[in-house]
């Protein structure tokens, strides 16, 4: 694999671009390119700086976003090259949207290697060195969780590859692929020991983040995805159960807790919240535009977009009433389609913009979206005949993680802190992973503390809706429950894949919601109109079918090779080697645990 021939001098012409997530003290570091590699492990800020340029490249670059090209076949769902969407109708092995991905990961993980060989022939005291390795076996866990849940066994390269080197590296089994990540953050574990973040800088990777990721990869291991004949009754719930429990006591120890409120994670005033276990920072001037505010924005209040980041239907339905139970079978509150914003889970309010509702963007005060034809602008709007309209537009926006502050021309200065892993993930990954071992009274009580910080009611038999201790039922509300509660953070399709029910979207399309004025609200008040005088109970709403401008209608299309990528041709034939997935041409690797 000629990825990892191990050139020393590779990385010190980037150490000039470094990452802003780690102390700046570390960065302060003068002529880094005349620097020789050999020094770079006697100097704890080179080290550093080393170390932050691996932050930079391993970790995310911002919030997940869905492409503009995806969203009538996969809107609600992320769209990029380590966390995207594939329409396996038309993806083949030599055009696979992960196909950059792949190489780019052993690109990262090679560097990391080199950290973890050269390191130890250097002469930093123990305290530094033990800080660095441990947040450097972090980040090669981190890379190769990447790559196994989307491939599954991959080449596992533990030390720097030299010319003298056999370049043709087959695939690890998916088994010890999995063991070398544990294994690696078990050491980081050890080694991070009284650091909830390394030197208290919080856009550094500690023990926090390792308790949780191991949490993670352990429900992986454990998911259908990797074991389709025997899901939930295998082994390794076990072990997803203990090391869930174990991250949730000592986050607990560390000071970790969900935040008071759900619309306060993402607030800017509030960031480095005890919520936040794993952060990539954004500062201005420096870092923004995390969240690409710019594309999430109602293009009337933006600027250099087309809109590409609109909730559809199928996540408005998604959330309960205010008392915990599904639209249309709650005791206390009534549903209609009509007015199905009122009395929903406070997480819709804190999320989602509708027609009507007050989205105080560019600082304008009481401003209100509209989305119909007459009040909202031409580049807001949505028809009731979305054949005629840009086919992106669903009715609906997004409100989570921006900063309506900002003017429109600004949009790019978001610096919304993108969380990685948070507090609420551990909780609701102990919650499946105790329904799937005995344990499902307590998966409903970690369910419920999630509703009560969401500002569901408890009602009077404190059930928050909650009336089943059923396990596959219990488990749909999981699924459903984590649906809402990462709604924009990029889970839900990872969700769908881990717990192999991707294929039951086939045949069913997406939706979005037009808003017309009602009849008595004709014809228009200007003075209304220009005060946001208009409110969301003025319109009558249609629930239709997004549309493309050059295809009817798109329903989902989805094989059952989806749950597993193919490798990337251009890979295999720089390494005959590598044995092709099972399902993908002629592929007869087993990316599963069986």
Same mark, same amino acid.
């Given at each position: 694999m000629q990825l990892h021939i191990h050139k020393k001098y590779l990385l010190f012409t980037a150490l000039v671009v470094l990452i802003i997530s780690c102390n700046r003290n570390v960065l302060d570091v003068k002529n880094l390119n005349a620097v020789e590699p050999k020094l770079t492990w006697t100097d704890p800020k080179l080290a550093n700086a080393y170390l932050a340029n691996l932050y930079n490249r391993v970790m995310p670059n911002g919030w997940p976003a869905r492409s503009s090209t995806s969203t009538a076949l996969y809107s609600g769902l992320p769209v990029d090259e380590k966390r995207g969407v594939i329409n396996s109708t038309t993806i083949q092995v030599n055009s696979h949207p992960w196909a950059g991905a792949f190489e780019d990961s052993y690109t990262d993980i090679r560097q990391i290697n080199i950290l973890l060989n050269e390191i130890e022939s250097g002469t930093l005291d123990a305290a530094t060195k033990g800080k660095i390795v441990g947040q450097a076996l972090f980040l090669r866990a981190y890379s190769y969780f990447l790559l196994v849940r989307v491939y599954g066994g991959v080449p596992l390269l533990l030390e720097p590859q030299n $010319?003298?080197?056999?370049?043709? &590296?087959?695939?690890?089994?998916?088994?010890?692929?999995?063991? *070398?990540? @544990?294994?690696?953050?078990?050491?980081?574990?050890?080694? $991070?020991?009284?650091?909830?973040? &390394?030197?208290?800088?919080?856009?550094?990777?500690?023990?926090? *983040?390792? @308790?949780?990721?191991?949490?993670?990869v352990a429900l992986y291991k454990a998911s259908p995805q990797f074991n389709p004949s025997n899901p939930y009754n295998n082994a390794y719930w076990q072990d997803a159960y203990n090391a869930n429990l174990t991250a949730k006591t000592q986050l607990g120890a560390l000071g970790f807790g969900l935040n008071a409120d759900y619309a306060g994670i993402w607030s800017i005033s509030n960031e480095g919240n005890k919520e936040a276990i794993l952060t990539v920072k954004f500062t201005i001037p420096t870092k923004t535009d995390g969240r690409n505010e710019a594309s999430a924005r109602p293009l009337s209040q933006t600027a250099n977009a087309t809109g590409a980041d609109n909730p559809v239907w199928s996540m408005v339905k998604a959330y309960t009433m205010k008392d915990g139970y599904p639209a249309g079978s709650s005791p206390k509150y009534g549903y209609s389609d009509q007015t199905f914003w009122q009395n929903r889970d406070p997480r819709f309010n804190a999320s989602i913009v509708w027609n009507g509702s007050i989205y105080e963007t560019g600082g304008i005060a009481g401003r209100r979206q509209y989305t119909d034809d007459i009040l909202a602008t031409a580049t807001d709007s949505y028809s009731p005949n979305p054949s005629t309209q840009t086919w992106s537009y669903t009715g609906l926006y997004a409100r989570k993680g921006l900063q309506p502050e900002l003017k429109a021309a600004e949009v790019a200065q978001n610096a919304v802190d993108w969380i990685e892993i948070r507090y609420a993930e551990v909780l609701l990954n102990l919650a499946e992973a105790a329904n799937e071992t005995g344990h499902t009274a307590d998966a409903v009580a970690l369910l419920k503390q999630i509703r009560q910080r969401a500002g569901i009611e408890p009602g009077a038999d404190n059930s928050y809706g909650i009336t089943t201790t059923n396990r596959d039922e219990v488990r749909k509300l999981i699924y459903n429950e984590r649906f809402v509660e990462f709604i924009f953070e990029g889970q839900r399709f990872w969700d769908l894949k881990r717990s192999r029910t991707l294929l039951s979207l086939n045949g069913t399309v997406q939706q979005g919601i037009a808003a017309t004025l009602k009849p008595a609200n004709l014809p228009v008040d200007d003075a209304k109109k220009n005060t946001y005088g208009y409110v969301s109970e003025d319109f009558n709403y249609t629930v239709n079918t997004l549309y493309r401008t050059t295809v009817d209608n798109v329903t989902f299309t989805i094989t059952d090779n989806v749950y597993f990528a193919p490798i990337p041709l251009a890979q295999i034939q720089k390494n005959p080697k590598l044995i092709q997935t099972t399902g993908w041409g002629d592929g007869t690797f087993n990316p599963t645990l069986e």
């Open positions: $010319l003298t080197d056999s370049l043709r &590296v087959p695939r690890a089994s998916t088994a010890d692929v999995f063991n *070398a990540i @544990l294994t690696d953050l078990d050491k980081s574990i050890q080694l $991070l020991q009284g650091q909830p973040f &390394v030197d208290g800088d919080k856009g550094r990777i500690g023990l926090g *983040a390792a @308790l949780a990721l191991k949490g993670r």
